[in-house]
Each structure stands twice: as structure tokens, then as C-alpha cells.
């Protein structure tokens, strides 16, 4: 008897501990990290991880916040906080209590920050600029200390095409100068964020935190340094962003707070990459479930933005972003992928926090109505609305990349550009398409078009005259050469004179070759050119059909008028101006931007073999 009750005595305290230490409650981790007061939408959804975070009862006590709702989930170690911000809450710290039996198991002290009221922060980006796109990890390393940090997985190997080469964003603001003086006036960076993946981190699409830059780029507070910097220099930022995937190695990969937080099917399931099934008039469900639900890849999870909790977890993180970092712009990467009603409702909650704000969607589609659906204020027939504010012009960009390659003929050469510009009527607003005739998931533009520099100055010429925004990838205004059947690593080399130790520096003219320098004083000519020409940045396009080969346009404004001529043939033309009349007006005079030339007479004007030519008109 005396046995059996020791016995009992000790079984009930080894249940006591065992209950006691299953029940440690603590908190990891609240996302966002931190909010702001007087926010337009005063709802925050707080999301708190932490050891059976869900065994306790929040409380807070502090002036304007009310927590309106707490919401368990499948995992005992989320929580779901929906909290109200009133509109006379004033910024500071206050105490996020987590009680079990009426003590306090957990506190998290949570700041609500005061607002940037900095009045030109957000504003978007226009026709007046040109966006830079660089790969991080490829274009300057600034700091070799943080190659390899200790938490990271993968560490840097130059020599694997596909590895971590060190680049980071100090690297990059010590080029901004670089930058400035190339012509350009954005920058989006392919993504900073966590990348803590095994192999293949470089690229920055496989993210494994939303809410830290990744340590081998910097810090968070780099990040917000580094654009503010870019401001002082007159350099938009535009941040890429990621909203249908996040890298497997996320910190809950093993513990979901719920099972359908991703897209689960049975056994693994690719994405049949078919964006157009999503506004598809006869697409079978098996085909747009495949596309939407289906992983981009082994190493990307996809997300289940038809979760409200996800949907909120995922708009937060990109307002966060911009309230913190004062953000011009996004990117959003593959934009068909994720649900598009979440899609829309995101593009409302960025537009309603900020009006003049700018996001470009990566519709990856080759015909000019696809892409349309996607845009904003597009009438779409199944009574889709986007609200999303700019475009990639992939139809153009597939154009480009075989007009100046070609012969010219009814439907060849600059013909295939006029065809793609006639079709702009499917677009509720073509200027704010963002052209490009390259970027980091395809060949590069040089090898394109058979690393012809004549080929080059016709394609850049067109690209930063005609309608839209035009964006350049990295180490194009330096003919860099790849090819993406070759591995991605290809097209995404270093920038020669990132690394103390390259050979030539290619961000000094002295470490271009001949050939580099000059196609990068043709593009700076143009670029700078562009950046105080309203007609080029906002007039009014009207083209000609090609003829014997010369593709003509205008773009008119206000007074001012802009006449190109893309000679894409291996003659000279000399083209009579007589049936560009209503577009000369009464100017008698021109002047070319690229070679200063000038016209006192604009009957006949010869334009050089393979040839672009620019001229203002003046009376
Ligand atoms: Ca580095």
C-alpha cells in the first residue's frame, strides 16, 4: 500500500512536469515586427509564433488599441491577433501580455512608430523614368565580410555560375554615382529578402523570411539607408516582391499554422506555367488549378492567399516595407500565379494607403490581350478589374528581339514593332507599360541580336522613345552576353568591376573596351537626353508603316515634337518627309540628339545604314 501510493505520488508529479513543460509558453516571433499609427486602414492582423502560444490569453491595455478579436488555428503555436488602431493612437510601445490562469506567461513589447511625413516618399514612377534592373548577388561586392554569414546555408563560390557571389547593397550604393551618370532613374533589385536555401539562393525568389533583408546583402536598416541614399541621388527604388511562393526553408516549414496554409496536393504538383488559363474564356478546371495551385518549383511553396489569414500576412509585409522604407515601387513577380481576386484586393489596400504609388506585374504572356487583362481599368469581359497600375511589355520585348535581326517586309523588321504598338487599343492605359528587351530570365539582349552594335543603338533608340517606361537590365549598356539554355547562371553574370579583384572595371570607362564604351555613351547620351524631354516622356505617339525599310514616328507636346527614324536596312535611305506632314506641322528646322546634326530644311532627310536617327523639330 505504502509502495503503491509512493508510486502514485511520483507518476503525478512526473505528469505535473511533463504538463508543465508542455505548456511553456513563449513567443518567437510577431509578424509585422512593428506598425504604425494614423495608417489609413486602421485593421492589423498580428500573427505571433511562439511554444504553445495558443494556450494563452493575450491581453493589452494601452490607449487607441483595441484587440478586437483572437483567432486559434490548427497549430497550438499561432495565434492570430486582429487588432484596431484608432485614430487618435499615438505612436509608442506597448506590452502584448500572453496569460495562462490569470499570470502572466509571455510579454512582447510592440511599437507602433510614427509615420515618415516625408511628402514626396511614395510617389510612384512615370514616363519620365527608366528603370535599372540588378541582381544583388552579381553586381558589386562591398563588403566580402558578409560572403558568408554564420546562419546561412549556402556559402559563396564565384566559380559556380549558379553559387552566391557576394554581391551586396553596399556594393550597390557605391555605384550609384555609376548609375546616375549612365542616365537612369530607377532601380529595381531583384529580391533582398532571406534567401536561406541550401543551393540556388542567389536568385532571391525562394524567400525564407518577409520580414529580413538577407544578412549576406546587409541589414534591414542598410536596406532603409540604402534608399534613402538613392533619394538623395535622385534614384527611385522599386522593390520585387514575391506573393505566390516562399522558399521551402521557411521557419514554419515544419509547424503550418494551418494545413492549407500552402497549396497541398498529394504528391508533388508543378505549375503548368500557363498564364493565360487564368482569363481564359474556355479553360477546364484541371488546367487553371494546375496553374494557380500547382508549386513553381520543388524549392517554392505555394501559398493559399484564399486564407484570409495569408491574404493579410502577405499585403502587411508589403506595406510594411513600404511605410519603413519609403519604397517608389514594385515589382510583382509572376502576377497570373497567386488567386487573382487576392491579387486585386491587394493592389486596393496599396493604392488606398498610397494613391500614387506604382506596382508592375510580371504577366509573363506573349500576345498584347493577355497582358491587357492584367492591367487596370481594362474592361475585361468576365468582369475581372486588376487595379493593377503598370505592365511588362512581353509581346514588345519578343518583337525587339527579332525586328532589327531581320529583313524588312510586310510582316518582318520594324513591321513586327508597329504591329505590336497598333494592338495597344486592348489597353486601358499604354503608357504605363514598362518595355525592355531583356532581363534576368532570358537571353541577353547582345546575344540576341548577334552582339551587333548597330543592332544595339536601333533597339535602344526605339525602346527609349517610344511609348511607355523603358526598363534596362544590368550589364546591357555594357554588351554583356548569355544564354539561358546554357543555365540561368549565364545571363546573370558579374558586373566586371563588382569585385576588387576583376581584371577591368567596367564602371570606369577606362576598363570598357572600345566597343563597351561606345554603346555605353550612346545609351548615356540617350538616357540623359530623355530625362528632361516631355515630349519623349509624354507626348503623343503617331507612326507610319514602314516603308523601304524606315520605320517613322512622332511624339508631339505641347509644342514640342520629337521625329525618329529607325533605318533598320544595310543602306543609306533617304527618306522624303512629305507624308509626315500633319505630324511636322510648320516646323522647318532639326536637330539631332545623338550626332547634334542639324536641318534648316526637312524635305529630305538621309539616315545612315542600320541606322536610328532622333531629331527636335523647331520652327
Ligand atoms: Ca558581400
Redesign the pocket.
Known amino acids: 500500500m505504502k509502495i503503491l501510493s509512493k508510486s502514485i505520488i511520483i507518476l503525478f508529479l512526473m505528469l505535473t512536469v511533463a504538463h508543465l513543460f508542455a505548456a511553456k509558453i513563449s513567443v518567437e516571433r510577431i509578424d509585422p515586427p512593428f506598425w504604425w499609427a494614423g495608417m489609413k486602414n486602421n485593421n492589423l492582423q498580428l500573427m505571433v509564433y511562439g511554444s504553445n502560444i495558443s494556450d494563452s490569453k493575450p491581453t493589452i491595455d494601452f490607449k487607441g488599441i483595441h484587440l478586437k478579436e483572437v483567432i486559434h488555428v490548427e497549430s497550438h503555436n499561432y495565434l492570430f491577433l486582429n487588432i484596431v488602431i484608432s485614430e487618435d493612437a499615438i505612436p509608442g510601445t506597448f506590452d502584448i501580455d500572453f496569460k495562462k490562469c490569470n499570470k502572466v506567461a509571455a510579454t512582447y513589447q510592440y511599437e507602433l512608430k510614427e509615420r515618415n511625413q516625408n511628402p514626396n516618399l511614395h510617389k510612384g514612377f512615370d514616363n519620365s523614368d527608366v528603370i535599372y534592373l540588378l541582381m544583388p548577388d552579381r553586381f558589386s561586392?562591398?563588403?566580402?565580410?558578409?560572403?558568408d554569414m554564420p546562419r546561412m546555408l549556402e556559402k559563396?563560390n564565384r566559380s559556380n555560375p549558379n553559387g552566391r557571389h557576394?554581391?551586396?547593397i553596399?556594393?550597390i550604393n557605391s555605384k550609384l554615382d555609376y548609375l546616375n551618370d549612365l542616365g537612369v532613374t530607377a532601380i529595381w533589385l531583384n529580391p533582398l529578402l532571406e534567401n536561406n536555401m541550401p543551393a540556388y539562393s542567389y536568385h532571391g525568389y525562394a524567400v525564407t523570411d518577409l520580414y529580413k533583408i538577407d544578412s549576406?546583402?546587409g541589414t534591414n536598416d542598410d536596406f532603409v539607408k540604402f534608399v534613402e541614399n538613392a533619394h538623395s541621388k535622385g534614384l527611385k527604388v522599386i522593390m520585387d516582391m514575391i506573393f505566390n511562393h516562399l522558399g521551402t526553408g521557411y521557419y514554419w516549414k515544419d509547424d503550418l499554422p494551418m494545413q492549407d496554409w500552402y497549396n497541398q496536393w498529394p504528391e508533388f504538383t508543378r505549375s503548368n506555367y500557363r498564364g493565360g488559363t487564368v482569363s481564359d474564356p474556355y479553360a477546364s478546371e484541371y488546367d487553371y488549378n494546375k496553374m494557380v495551385k500547382g508549386w513553381f518549383d520543388v524549392t517554392m511553396a505555394d501559398l493559399n492567399q484564399d486564407i484570409e489569414f495569408m491574404a493579410n500576412f502577405l499585403i502587411q509585409n508589403s506595406i510594411w516595407w513600404i511605410e519603413y522604407s519609403g519604397l517608389d515601387g514594385i515589382r510583382q513577380d509572376t502576377y497570373p500565379y497567386p488567386y487573382k481576386d487576392f491579387m486585386a484586393k491587394w493592389m486596393q489596400r496599396v493604392l488606398e494607403e498610397y494613391p500614387d504609388f506604382n506596382v508592375v506585374g510580371e504577366a509573363w504572356l506573349s500576345q498584347s490581350p493577355a497582358v491587357a487583362y492584367w492591367l487596370n481599368n481594362n474592361t475585361n469581359k468576365d468582369g475581372y478589374k486588376s487595379h493593377l497600375t503598370n505592365v511588362f511589355d512581353f509581346p514588345l520585348m519578343y518583337a525587339i528581339s527579332k525586328a532589327f535581326n531581320e529583313d524588312e517586309d510586310w510582316s518582318t523588321g520594324t513591321a513586327q514593332l508597329y504591329e505590336v504598338l497598333s494592338q495597344d487599343y486592348v489597353y486601358s492605359m499604354p503608357d504605363n507599360i514598362v518595355t525592355f528587351a531583356d532581363n534576368h530570365d532570358g537571353d541577353r539582349f547582345y546575344t540576341k541580336i548577334d552582339e551587333d552594335i548597330n543592332k544595339f543603338k536601333l533597339a535602344m533608340a526605339f525602346m527609349m522613345t517610344t511609348r511607355g517606361i523603358p526598363q534596362i537590365y544590368y550589364g546591357t549598356e555594357i554588351l554583356m552576353t548569355g544564354e539561358e539554355h546554357k543555365g540561368h547562371g549565364d545571363i546573370r553574370k558579374d558586373f566586371p568591376g563588382g569585385w576588387a579583384d576583376d581584371e577591368n572595371n567596367a564602371f570606369t570607362s577606362a576598363g570598357r573596351s572600345d566597343e563597351q564604351n561606345e554603346a555605353f555613351n550612346f545609351l548615356r547620351r540617350l538616357l540623359n537626353w530623355r530625362k528632361s524631354n516631355p515630349a519623349i516622356q509624354f507626348g503623343k505617339l503617331t507612326h507610319y508603316i514602314p516603308e523601304n525599310g524606315v520605320y517613322v514616328y512622332f511624339k508631339n507636346y505641347n509644342n514640342s515634337t520629337v521625329m525618329v527614324l529607325l533605318n533598320n536596312t544595310s543602306e543609306i535611305r533617304k527618306v522624303d518627309t512629305k507624308r509626315f506632314s500633319e505630324s511636322i506641322g510648320d516646323n522647318t528646322k532639326g536637330r539631332s540628339v545623338l550626332t547634334r546634326q542639324g536641318w534648316d530644311n526637312l524635305d529630305i532627310i538621309e539616315v545612315p545604314a542600320k541606322s536610328p536617327m532622333i531629331i527636335e523639330l523647331s520652327k
Request: avoid cysteine; glycine fraction near 26%.
Open positions: 561586392n562591398g563588403t566580402p565580410d558578409n560572403d559563396a557576394g554581391g551586396d553596399a556594393g549576406r546583402y
